[in-house]
């Protein structure tokens, strides 16, 4: 059984910082890529960045220079440092797992949740 769990969440001022974590367990984690998506309210949840088992990672433009991506392979966990943030930053951060099976296609599995919260 895939599981998530998320951490880190928060409300801090403009210009502050905050570390998301991410422990996973039921997966083959060292060869998962794994990503953060966030959700503001009414819009679509969207990547902020991913990172693939060789450690190749994905930013949105909106963070790049910002936010950083990490992953310990023995921990099973991902973690998102954020720096400088900005009250567009807020929303539900989701830890995702995406797990590939080849040519049969690929599933999604995702953390419950952690609300960031940015006031200018």
């Known amino acids: 059984q895939v599981q998530l769990v998320e951490s880190g969440g928060g409300s801090v001022q403009a210009g502050g910082s905050l570390r998301l974590s991410c422990a996973a367990s039921?997966?083959?984690?060292?060869?998962?890529?794994m990503g953060w998506y966030l959700q503001a309210p009414g819009k679509q949840r969207e990547l902020v960045v991913s990172?693939?088992?060789?450690?190749?990672?994905n930013y949105a433009d909106s963070v790049k220079g910002r936010f950083t991506i990490s992953r310990d392979d023995v921990k099973n966990t991902v973690y998102l440092q954020m720096n400088n943030l900005k009250p567009e930053d807020t929303a539900v951060y989701y830890c995702?797992?995406?797990?590939?099976?080849?040519?049969?296609?690929?599933?999604?599995?995702w953390g419950q949740g952690t609300q960031v919260t940015v006031s200018s």
């Open positions: 995702n797992a995406k797990i590939s099976y080849g040519t049969f296609g690929s599933s999604d599995y």
């Open positions: 039921g997966i083959s984690f060292r060869f998962t890529t």
């Open positions: 990172i693939t088992g060789g450690g190749t990672t």
